[in-house]
């Protein structure tokens, strides 16, 4: 696996970092995660602007601050992808305070910021799902509260309880999980979000407990150009264990039909809307689609 990646102006072999750092012992590190496309105009970052905003937004809720600024960082995100030659793949930028220190409030909160492009097979999920995803809601943990984790940062530590959760369905033969939140409503997998199809109509939980995901609004933007209704409200277990499609969306699953939640199977995966929604992200990830225009960053 090629290792150069994109640190603070200057493209390294490898970007080091202490095991003693501030961000291994408290979590404090912010991510995220975009994709890259071959597509007939050439290699092409999908969303490329709102990604890096929303890290600078992440760095902003930690505190952590950034030396480069939202155009500086589209730009090294190019040249990351650049630097290894692939045409398709993912994209990691982390941002965060490289030094060593006890406090839990770092003194110095300027960010290192690695920028990595890979292809989707170096990082193989183990346990990725072939089919359609087998979905289970833990009733024992739940999507951190708002005001004790914010959702709309994309920070390590709020993927602790998520990930231990994730565990244990893992171990119990499903494929994903989908949290509910802080009052028992739906809110979103642990790196995903969710949407339903309900009579029709696209329903998807609002944002206040979840991420805004980059795929999700998109999915939302597209519905609207097909003619789909779509909603964002709140969502309760009942109606989502009895919608008649669901998916969930991502950067990682794209688009991925969900086959059941706990012992409640849905009646079509994928069903007609995830399969017409899913074809016109395909198109358009691919620059084949109108949208591809204002969407695909080429390099
Ligand atoms: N929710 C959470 C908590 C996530 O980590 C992710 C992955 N970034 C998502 C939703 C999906 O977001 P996106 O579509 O921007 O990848």
Redesign the pocket.
């Known amino acids: 696996m090629d290792r150069r990646v994109w640190r603070d102006g200057e493209i390294v072999s490898e970007a080091m970092v202490s095991a003693l750092a501030h961000p291994m012992q408290r979590g404090s590190l912010v991510f995220?995660?975009l994709s890259f496309h071959d597509t007939a105009r050439g290699v092409a970052v999908f969303r490329l602007r709102e990604?890096v905003a929303r890290l600078l937004r992440s760095c902003g809720i930690v505190g952590l601050t950034s030396r480069w600024s939202e155009a500086e960082l589209c730009a090294a995100t190019l040249a990351a992808v650049g630097a290894t030659g692939l045409r398709d793949g993912l994209i990691r930028m982390q941002a965060f305070v490289p030094t060593v220190e006890a406090d839990l409030v770092p003194r110095d909160p300027a960010a290192s910021i690695v920028i990595a492009a890979y292809a989707r097979d170096d990082h193989p999920k183990k346990h990725q799902a072939k089919g359609p995803l087998r979905v289970a809601v833990p009733k024992d943990m739940r999507k951190a509260a708002p005001n004790a984790i914010p959702p709309l940062a994309?920070v390590a530590a709020?993927y602790l309880g998520p990930m231990i959760a994730r565990r244990r369905a893992l171990e119990n033969g499903f494929d994903e999980i989908v949290l509910l939140d802080h009052e028992g409503k739906v809110a979103?997998?642990?790196?995903?979000?969710v949407m339903t199809v309900i009579g029709g109509t696209l329903v998807t939980p609002p944002l206040g407990a979840?991420?805004d995901?980059?795929?999700?609004d998109t999915l939302l933007k597209l519905a609207d150009e097909e003619g789909i209704i779509s909603v964002e409200r709140a969502l309760s277990y009942e109606e989502l264990v009895s919608a008649d499609e669901a998916f969930l969306?991502?950067?990682?699953y794209l688009v991925a039909p969900i086959a059941s939640f706990d012992e409640h199977v849905l009646s079509a995966a994928p069903g007609p809307v995830t399969t017409k929604l899913r074809a016109r992200f395909t198109r358009l990830i691919a620059g084949d689609d109108p949208r591809a225009s204002e969407w695909m960053t080429p390099l």
């Open positions: 995220d995660v990604h994309k709020a979103e997998a642990p790196t995903a979000n979840i991420l995901g980059i795929t999700r969306t991502a950067t990682s």
